[in-house]
């Protein structure tokens, strides 16, 4: 069955600097990857980190990069969902929070 995402795309991300803005891939590609080095975080707590935030922005490549990532760098089930369930709460509670912009429009419109 063909889908929208082909999982095979994901391999040719590394080269999407040879379409055109070569510079500007090549600056992206170093501070991706300065980025997830062990810092202040591990490299494994900066992907689990990512997998939530794969989820949170629904991008399926990114969900089986850090899918693979989170599993290749000892994380367990149990940690990889828990780490999609802070994701999910946090995007409701963003969600919800902006609710407080409609009630307050509300009660203005309705006095």
Same mark, same amino acid.
């Given at each position: 069955m063909k889908t929208y995402y082909n999982p095979d795309d994901l391999a040719k991300f590394g080269k999407i %600097?040879? #379409? =055109? %803005?070569?510079?500007?891939a090549?600056? #992206?590609f170093n501070y991706y990857g300065e980025t997830f080095k062990d810092g202040a975080l591990t490299e494994r707590e900066k992907s689990l980190? @990512?997998? @939530?935030? @794969?989820?949170t922005m629904q991008c399926p490549y990114c969900i089986d990069a850090y899918t693979a990532d /989170? +599993?290749?760098k =000892?994380? /367990?089930e149990d940690e990889m969902m828990e780490a999609v369930h802070v994701s999910a709460a946090l995007a409701? %509670?963003?969600k919800l929070v902006h609710s407080v912009q409609m009630i307050n429009k509300a009660k203005e +419109?309705?006095?």
């Amino acid at each position: 069955m063909k889908t929208y995402y082909n999982p095979d795309d994901l391999a040719k991300f590394g080269k999407i %600097g040879e #379409f =055109g %803005g070569k510079d500007l891939a090549n600056k #992206f590609f170093n501070y991706y990857g300065e980025t997830f080095k062990d810092g202040a975080l591990t490299e494994r707590e900066k992907s689990l980190i @990512a997998l @939530a935030v @794969a989820h949170t922005m629904q991008c399926p490549y990114c969900i089986d990069a850090y899918t693979a990532d /989170t +599993l290749a760098k =000892g994380c /367990t089930e149990d940690e990889m969902m828990e780490a999609v369930h802070v994701s999910a709460a946090l995007a409701a %509670g963003v969600k919800l929070v902006h609710s407080v912009q409609m009630i307050n429009k509300a009660k203005e +419109l309705m006095m």
